[in-house]
C-alpha cells in the first residue's frame, strides 16, 4: 500500500514542465525520491527476510524430520505458555524445533523378535499404529503413563503376542556413554496384570534414563501381562487364567507347582497352569533372557512394600523407603527360573500400592538406589572377569 502510493507520487512529479529551472528541480526531486524509493524498499524487503527465517526453518524442520517437531512439541508447548504475554516477540524468536544437533532419544534401536534381535535404521521413526494404539490404551488404564512419552519412547512391537492376541510391546535403551559390556539390564513390569503402579514406576525411570542418561544396555518390557493389565477390571492373572510367576519352566515344576497350589488352597489368581512355560507371555520372556542375555533382571510387582532378591552378589539392602526381605522361592517363580537355574540375579520390587506409583520423589530416590547397587555389581563382575583373565594369563 506505502509504496504504491509513493510510485504514484513519483510519476506525478516527473510530469511535463517545460521551465528549465523547474526540470532541474524537478531533476534533483526526482533523484531524492528514487533515493526515498530505493531506502524504503531496502527496508521493507529485510524486514520480510528477517521474519520469514522462523517460517523457513520450522517448515524444514516438519518436513525434513517430522519426528524432531513431534518429539519438541510437549516443550515448545510449555515454552509457548511462558511466552503466552508477548505473542509477537515469540513469533519472531527463532523456535527450539529445528535443533538437528539434538541428541537421538534412543540411539540404536532394536527390535526383539521371532528372528531375533534386528537393528533399526535409525530412531526417528514415528511409533508403528501397534505401538500408538498400544500407548493410547496404556495412557488411559495407567496413573503415570503420558501419551508422548509412551509415542516418542521408541518402543517396538516384538511380534510376540498375548493369549488374546495383543501385541507384546519391548523398547531397548543403549548406554549413553562408551560403556560397552558395562552391563545388560532386563526391567520388567506387570507380570501381574492389576499391579498397574509398577508400569507408572517404569515409565518414570525411563524418563530419569532419558534426562540422565544411563551406562547400561536396558531391555524394557513395560507389560509382560497386557490381557490381565488391560482386562475390566484388570487380574493377576493371564487369559488363560494362569499366575505367570509360577508357570516359568523350574526344575521339579511338575510337582512342586501341584503342591504349592494345594498350599493356597487352589486359590485361582495363583493358578499356575497346565505345564511349565505353557503362556506365550512366559514363552515371550524366557526367549527374552535368551537372546538379551540380562546380566540382572529387575521384576516390578506390588503391593507388599518391600525389597526381594534372589542372587549369590549381596543383595541391595533397600530402594528407597522399600527395605529388603526375602520372600522365598516358588515353583514357576522369575526369581527361581532366572536366579536359580541360570545364574541371573533378580530384584523383585514390590511397591506399596498396586495402583498408583511412589511419589516422584520416591522413584528417583528407588532409580538412585538401585543404580548404585547395580554399579556395585557390575563392577565386582568386571573384576572377577579381570582376575579370571589374569589368573589364565599367568
Ligand atoms: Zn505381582
Redesign the pocket.
Known sequence: MANGSFKKKGSAQGGANPNPKVLVAGWIGSMVLVALITVFVTYQFSEEGDQSQPGDSSQVASSGDERAVEKSSPDTQIENEGAAPDSQVAANEPEPAPEPAEPPFMPGLKLVGPRGIVQLAGVNLPPSETVASWCRDLAQRVSGVEPSDCMSGAFADSGHKSVNGRPLIVRRIEPSRNAAGSGRVLLIAA??GD?LS?VGTVFDWMNIIADKGTPYEWQVAPVLNPDGLFHEPPT?VNANGVDL?RNLPTAGWAKESRDYWRRVGFEKRRFPGESAGSEPENKWLAEQIKQFKPDVIISM??PYGVLDYDGDFPAPRKMGSLNLHRLGVYPGSLGNFASRMQGIPVITV?LDDADEPPTDREMAQMFTDLNEWLDRYFRSVRQASASRTGSEAG
Do not use: L, P
Request: aromatic share 0%; glycine share 0%.
Open positions: 507380570t501381574h499391579e509398577s493377576r510367576n510387582h506390588a514390590e
